[in-house]
């Protein structure tokens, strides 16, 4: 199959990349299991294992896809416009849709039936490019992963459990102590430490001697690369039940529950998780070869004439 990845984007990318990365290890894996990858990126991209077209955002989309090309897959929207091509686009995030667009995949069940849809298919890293992670080390304290400016991801609240756990640090990666974009917020508390913007080598230090990642969000989290991220460093997830989260955490590699309150209370019990478990389930599950061998489905469903709903 000639499959066309298309991506608003410079791949493959050095430091944080959620779609990025997921969409990189799709096209990897797609070469892998004997596909012809084409990636549609912008200037600056380079592609090992398969062809690259230089997206130019001036035209239309339509007049910049290879005559050869069987299928292509979106991340965006808002190429669809003139495409003749057979076509599946992924939906990331949470957005207001007038209408949803036509092969649409969602990243989870809860994702894709808020939308009234069921064809989802969950995202999946190249845990190679992760390399080996030490799951032998003392773990001491929590981290916080994600974008921290994000009010919906609630690092707050992240903050707030820590201070009520005892003896507990947390570790937020993804944000500042001084963060002005959420209004003002300054974190004087010597037990919360930020690292900004962390790349692979910074974030395995860290979450692989963390006791876990405390993620109380206040929204419907469509996947959450930073739970399986997570988990493939040996970390349990400590958080709210809401969007995809009771779908990928399970009572072997994390709690879920409704509050803040209930967060704390259990994180001073001292619950124990097993960092191997917690490794060898994102290892098997949210890999980018089960990912592939998903996206591979939905390809041949639509060039079969169907429609994904």
Same mark, same amino acid.
């Given at each position: 199959?000639?499959?066309?990845?298309?991506?608003?984007?410079?791949?493959?990318?050095?430091?944080?990349?959620?779609?990025?990365?997921?969409?990189?290890?799709?096209?990897?894996?797609?070469?892998?299991?004997?596909?012809?990858?084409?990636?549609?990126?912008?200037?600056?991209?380079?592609?090992? +294992?398969?062809?690259? #077209?230089?997206?130019?955002?001036? &035209?239309? *989309?339509?007049? $910049?896809?290879?005559?050869? =090309?069987?299928? @292509?897959?979106?991340?965006?929207?808002?190429?669809?416009?003139?495409?003749?091509?057979?076509?599946?686009?992924?939906?990331?995030?949470?957005?207001?849709?007038?209408?949803?667009?036509?092969?649409?995949?969602?990243?989870?069940?809860?994702?894709?039936?808020?939308?009234?849809?069921?064809?989802?298919?969950?995202?999946?890293?190249?845990?190679?490019?992760?390399?080996?992670?030490?799951?032998?080390?003392?773990?001491?304290?929590?981290?916080?992963?994600?974008?921290?400016?994000?009010?919906?991801?609630?690092?707050?609240?992240?903050?707030?459990?820590?201070?009520?756990?005892?003896?507990?640090?947390?570790?937020?990666?993804?944000?500042?102590?001084?963060?002005?974009?959420?209004?003002?917020?300054?974190?004087?508390?010597?037990?919360?430490? +930020?690292?900004?913007? #962390?790349?692979?080598?910074?974030? &395995?230090? *860290?979450?692989? $001697?963390?006791?876990?990642? =405390?993620?109380? @969000?206040?929204?419907?989290?469509?996947?959450?690369?930073?739970?399986?991220?997570?988990?493939?460093?040996?970390?349990?997830?400590?958080?709210?039940?809401?969007?995809?989260?009771?779908?990928?955490?399970?009572?072997?590699?994390?709690?879920?529950?409704?509050?803040?309150?209930?967060?704390?209370?259990?994180?001073?019990?001292?619950?124990?998780?097993?960092?191997?478990?917690?490794?060898?389930?994102?290892?098997?599950?949210?890999?980018?070869?089960?990912?592939?061998?998903?996206?591979?489905?939905?390809?041949?469903?639509?060039?079969?004439?169907?429609?994904?709903?």
């Amino acid at each position: 199959m000639k499959i066309a990845l298309v991506l608003d984007a410079i791949l493959p990318v050095k430091n944080y990349g959620g779609t990025e990365r997921v969409v990189w290890a799709l096209g990897h894996e797609l070469f892998r299991l004997g596909h012809q990858v084409t990636f549609m990126l912008h200037k600056g991209s380079s592609c090992p +294992f398969g062809r690259l #077209v230089e997206l130019d955002l001036s &035209k239309s *989309i339509g007049s $910049q896809i290879p005559e050869d =090309i069987d299928i @292509v897959h979106f991340q965006d929207t808002a190429f669809l416009a003139d495409l003749q091509k057979p076509y599946v686009v992924t939906i990331n995030g949470n957005k207001d849709f007038d209408d949803i667009p036509r092969n649409a995949i969602f990243v989870s069940r809860n994702h894709a039936e808020r939308y009234g849809h069921r064809s989802f298919v969950y995202n999946g890293l190249d845990w190679d490019e992760y390399g080996p992670v030490n799951l032998t080390k003392p773990r001491k304290g929590f981290h916080f992963l994600g974008k921290a400016a994000w009010r919906v991801k609630n690092v707050r609240g992240a903050i707030r459990i820590t201070q009520h756990v005892k003896g507990a640090t947390l570790e937020v990666l993804g944000g500042y102590r001084l963060n002005l974009k959420m209004g003002f917020r300054l974190t004087l508390d010597p037990r919360i430490h +930020f690292h900004g913007m #962390v790349d692979n080598v910074r974030k &395995k230090k *860290i979450i692989e $001697q963390s006791s876990g990642l =405390i993620f109380p @969000v206040l929204w419907h989290e469509p996947f959450g690369l930073c739970l399986t991220e997570s988990l493939y460093y040996g970390a349990p997830v400590f958080g709210t039940r809401m969007g995809s989260l009771p779908e990928i955490i399970t009572s072997d590699v994390g709690w879920l529950c409704d509050n803040e309150e209930q967060i704390a209370d259990y994180l001073n019990t001292h619950p124990f998780f097993s960092p191997q478990q917690c490794h060898d389930y994102a290892v098997e599950l949210f890999n980018a070869r089960k990912m592939a061998e998903e996206y591979v489905k939905k390809y041949e469903q639509v060039l079969n004439g169907d429609t994904l709903l």
